[in-house]
């Protein structure tokens, strides 16, 4: 249930299968192609076994694929109909939970912790918006990328509380940020006890029905089923062995969830639509939470708030054993990117998201492809020491003088023929349009960005190492 995974490269190659997809796409045939091949190469690259992919485009499901063996014994493959668990994803609708009862006016966000449970450590002091924003102080009770002998056995909330929400607090309240599932198990336990129902009962009745969200599994209480993936971990660069499975409680309200790539992106699209929260908890939900100092935490109410690909975005990854995913949504483009993977400690989730997204967002100008296409030849040219100069201004031209061209040629011509470039953001500087753009070799990574002037001519070209 973590928001930041240790990741473990893997070096084996898997045989991976496209399933059938299940909706039908509006996605062009060439973007469908980049889109099945980037999400297959991650699968080889790190070992995963398979991937689950929704996508949604102007508030609908445009595309559902899923890559790889579900199962590898005996060999299953993937489906998009198949469950995942979705791990730390799952505190977004615990957060939600606490927005709906905040609008039934039954609690505030202000409200001190030790309103509901009193005998926390610093209740008086610590707000249901600090647990939420993970800016409490209360100590993470999951921080290990691997299940722990202690945590095999069954456990409740109530335990997980008192052995770690009762501990002095790593800061105090509102000064840092860390991220903490102990925040969001008494965030759990505070809607159970202000509704008056479970938590996964609220759920339910508020959100995963009125969404048609059909899938939903509580894996905190169940095991996924026969048909659904199995979920894998891999010591080292060995091969990928079935993980073991928390035992029942350690999940609640902070990791629990499992559901098919598609009702997840359902959940996106209410996000985009605000069909199922006020106006007023939606911009709750997606602003910065401050810390006192008045430093941004880059960080919602149970989501990421940041900039992907140059536009705005609200996402997470979760991580619980045998399972890792990634969600991100880009609400101002109404444009969602789903992954679902079972093997827990890789990051081939996050790597197919957020390759995905700018491929659907710079789709949206037409001259992407051409500009990207340019740009791969200008520094193809570089490479070399030589530039077209009808294409760069005065300014530019006065910039690639003898000696730039000299080093942009000895420090890049041995790096040979990129294996990618791609464009990852779009902006706009001093009336110009600036692109990004990713330029990435076997052992190496570069960015290079251009500002181009309305006649077309390039001010700037330049390339540095990828930060």
Same mark, same amino acid.
């Given at each position: 249930?973590?928001?930041?995974?240790?990741?473990?490269?893997?070096?084996?190659?898997?045989?991976?299968?496209?399933?059938?997809?299940?909706?039908?796409?509006?996605? &062009?045939?060439? +973007?469908? !192609?980049?889109?099945? $091949? /980037?999400?297959? =190469?991650?699968? *080889?690259?790190?070992?995963? %076994?398979?991937?689950?992919?929704?996508?949604?485009?102007?508030?609908?499901?445009?595309?559902?694929?899923?890559?790889?063996?579900?199962?590898?014994?005996?060999?299953?493959?993937?489906?998009?109909?198949?469950?995942?668990?979705?791990?730390?994803?799952?505190?977004?609708?615990?957060?939600? &939970?606490?927005? +709906?009862? !905040?609008?039934?006016? $039954? /609690?505030?966000? =202000?409200?001190? *912790?030790?309103?509901?449970? %009193?005998?926390?450590?610093?209740?008086?002091?610590?707000?249901?918006?600090?647990?939420?924003?993970?800016?409490?102080?209360?100590?993470?009770?999951?921080?290990?990328?691997?299940?722990?002998?202690?945590?095999?056995?069954?456990?409740?909330?109530?335990?997980?509380?008192?052995?770690?929400?009762?501990?002095? +607090?790593?800061?105090?309240?509102?000064?840092?940020?860390?991220?903490?599932?102990?925040?969001?198990?008494?965030?759990?336990?505070?809607?159970?006890?202000?509704?008056?129902?479970?938590?996964?009962?609220?759920?339910?009745?508020?959100?995963?029905?009125?969404?048609?969200?059909?899938?939903?599994?509580?894996?905190?209480?169940?095991?996924?089923?026969?048909?659904?993936?199995?979920?894998?971990?891999?010591?080292?660069?060995?091969?990928?062995?079935?993980?073991?499975?928390?035992?029942?409680?350690?999940?609640?309200?902070?990791?629990?969830?499992?559901?098919?790539?598609?009702?997840?992106?359902?959940?996106?699209?209410?996000?985009?639509?605000?069909?199922?929260?006020?106006?007023?908890?939606?911009?709750?939900?997606?602003?910065?939470?401050?810390?006192?100092?008045?430093?941004?935490?880059?960080?919602?109410?149970?989501?990421?708030?940041?900039?992907?690909?140059?536009?705005?975005?609200?996402?997470?990854?979760?991580?619980?054993?045998?399972?890792?995913?990634?969600?991100?949504?880009?609400?101002?483009?109404?444009?969602?990117?789903?992954?679902?993977?079972?093997?827990?400690?890789?990051?081939?989730?996050?790597?197919?998201?957020?390759?995905?997204?700018?491929?659907?967002?710079?789709?949206?100008?037409?001259?992407?492809?051409?500009?990207?296409?340019?740009?791969?030849?200008?520094?193809?040219?570089?490479?070399?020491?030589?530039?077209?100069?009808?294409?760069?201004?005065?300014?530019?031209?006065?910039?690639?003088?003898?000696?730039?061209?000299?080093?942009?040629?000895?420090?890049?011509?041995?790096?040979?023929?990129?294996?990618?470039?791609?464009?990852?953001?779009?902006?706009?500087?001093?009336?110009?349009?600036?692109?990004?753009?990713?330029?990435?070799?076997?052992?190496?990574?570069?960015?290079?960005?251009?500002?181009?002037?309305?006649?077309?001519?390039?001010?700037?070209?330049?390339?540095?190492?990828?930060?």
């Amino acid at each position: 249930m973590h928001s930041q995974r240790k990741l473990i490269p893997a070096l084996a190659l898997l045989l991976f299968c496209l399933s059938t997809a299940s909706a039908q796409s509006s996605l &062009s045939p060439d +973007l469908q !192609q980049k889109i099945d $091949k /980037l999400a297959a =190469d991650a699968l *080889v690259k790190t070992g995963v %076994p398979s991937a689950s992919v929704a996508i949604v485009k102007d508030s609908r499901v445009v595309y559902l694929h899923a890559y790889g063996d579900a199962r590898l014994d005996p060999r299953t493959h993937a489906t998009p109909a198949m469950r995942y668990s979705i791990g730390s994803i799952s505190k977004q609708f615990t957060a939600s &939970s606490i927005l +709906l009862l !905040q609008e039934q006016g $039954k /609690l505030s966000l =202000d409200d001190k *912790v030790s309103k509901f449970l %009193p005998h926390l450590t610093r209740a008086n002091e610590v707000t249901i918006r600090q647990l939420l924003s993970h800016t409490s102080g209360y100590q993470d009770y999951w921080p290990q990328d691997y299940v722990m002998p202690n945590m095999l056995q069954p456990t409740t909330a109530q335990l997980i509380l008192d052995q770690w929400a009762r501990k002095p +607090l790593d800061f105090d309240p509102g000064t840092k940020w860390q991220y903490s599932n102990t925040n969001f198990v008494i965030a759990g336990l505070i809607v159970e006890k202000v509704s008056g129902v479970p938590l996964l009962t609220f759920l339910q009745q508020k959100v995963f029905q009125p969404l048609s969200m059909t899938s939903v599994l509580n894996t905190d209480q169940e095991r996924l089923g026969d048909t659904d993936p199995t979920g894998y971990q891999r010591y080292a660069l060995g091969p990928p062995r079935p993980a073991p499975k928390e035992g029942k409680g350690w999940l609640f309200a902070a990791g629990e969830l499992a559901m098919t790539a598609e009702d997840l992106a359902k959940w996106d699209i209410s996000i985009m639509d605000q069909k199922l929260l006020q106006p007023a908890s939606y911009r709750e939900f997606a602003t910065d939470v401050l810390l006192k100092n008045g430093l941004g935490t880059r960080y919602g109410l149970g989501v990421d708030v940041r900039t992907d690909a140059g536009h705005r975005s609200l996402s997470h990854s979760g991580e619980v054993s045998g399972f890792t995913s990634e969600n991100i949504v880009f609400p101002d483009e109404r444009v969602a990117i789903v992954v679902l993977t079972n093997q827990d400690a890789a990051d081939a989730a996050a790597n197919i998201a957020h390759a995905i997204a700018p491929l659907l967002l710079a789709s949206d100008d037409p001259a992407t492809p051409q500009k990207l296409e340019q740009a791969r030849k200008i520094f193809a040219g570089l490479q070399r020491g030589a530039i077209d100069r009808s294409l760069f201004t005065d300014n530019a031209n006065f910039y690639f003088n003898a000696q730039a061209l000299q080093d942009f040629a000895a420090s890049l011509g041995s790096l040979g023929t990129p294996e990618e470039f791609t464009q990852k953001r779009q902006a706009l500087r001093g009336g110009m349009i600036m692109r990004a753009y990713r330029i990435k070799f076997p052992k190496q990574e570069l960015q290079a960005w251009t500002y181009e002037l309305p006649t077309g001519q390039l001010e700037q070209f330049q390339v540095a190492p990828q930060d």
